[in-house]
């Protein structure tokens, strides 16, 4: 089965940092688009980072450069998102997903998600 399990998540102050971890298991990030997601309470889902396992493009969410870092270890079928210099608008659940690319790919998988929290 394909499985997607977010972790790392917690509670930590501003300006601190958080890793999470993207796990996937039933296929390979060869040649697909993980992207990282997240969703705030009484707010839409928005797009913060994105990698093509491929060629290892990144892209970014504005309101996050500078300060996240996406990577991804295709050997172990797993995507970091490392999280600098973090601010309470920050605070959201965060979901990976799997799709063809970055720009504008439906996005068939997706995880349980894990919940950021950050104080102020």
């Known amino acids: 089965e394909v499985q997607l399990v977010e972790s790392g998540g917690g509670l930590v102050q501003a300006g601190g940092s958080l890793r999470l971890s993207c796990a996937a298991s039933g296929f390979t990030f060869d040649d697909v688009a993980i992207g990282w997601f997240r969703q705030a309470p009484g707010k839409e889902r928005e797009g913060v980072s994105c990698i093509s396992s491929g060629d290892g493009t990144t892209y970014y969410a504005d309101s996050v450069k500078g300060r996240f870092t996406i990577a991804s270890d295709n050997a172990k079928n797993t995507v970091y998102l490392q999280m600098n210099s973090l601010k309470p608008e920050d605070t959201a659940v965060y979901y990976c997903?799997?799709?063809?690319?970055?720009?504008?790919?439906?996005?068939?998988?997706w995880g349980q998600g894990t919940q950021v929290t950050v104080s102020s």
């Open positions: 997903a799997i799709g063809e690319y970055c720009s504008g790919s439906p996005w068939g998988y």
